[in-house]
């Protein structure tokens, strides 16, 4: 299963964007899914993940302005993001195990084999 991103665009540093996860052509529940987010020239790095009964974590740069959350039939899964800040530009992109848990260090190694197009997010000052 394919994961897609949606909902990037451009906003001035202080704004807000939401961005959406789901996967097209899918019925699959996404329990376990995260945001990753690759700026230019920068390695991908994981934003915030959340977990089937809805327990989440965040990357230290991003805790108390990003919210990772999901609808009730855990078929979208959202990143509301606010107080943007122009270091936050990067594509984002939503991947996971989907239906298992794994360990904190396969969320942050990401090694989902395939990822979806990713959505861009650009922050201007």
């Known amino acids: 299963v394919q994961l897609q991103a949606s909902g990037g665009g451009l906003v001035q540093a202080g704004g807000s964007l939401r961005l959406s996860c789901t996967a097209p052509?899918?019925?699959?529940?996404?329990?376990?899914v995260g945001w990753y987010r690759q700026a230019p020239g920068k390695q991908r790095e994981l934003v915030a993940y959340i977990q089937s009964a809805g327990s989440t974590w965040y990357a230290d740069s991003v805790k108390d302005r990003f919210t990772i959350a999901r609808d009730s039939a855990k078929t979208t899964v959202y990143l509301q993001m606010n107080s943007l800040k122009v270091e936050d530009t990067a594509a984002y992109y939503c991947?996971?195990?989907?239906?298992?848990?794994?360990?904190?260090?396969?969320?942050?190694?990401?090694?989902?084999?395939?990822w979806g197009q990713g959505t861009l997010v650009t922050v201007s000052s």
């Open positions: 052509g899918s019925t699959v529940r996404l329990k376990y």
């Open positions: 991947n996971g195990p989907i239906n298992e848990p794994i360990p904190y260090g396969n969320w942050l190694r990401g090694d989902y084999g395939s």
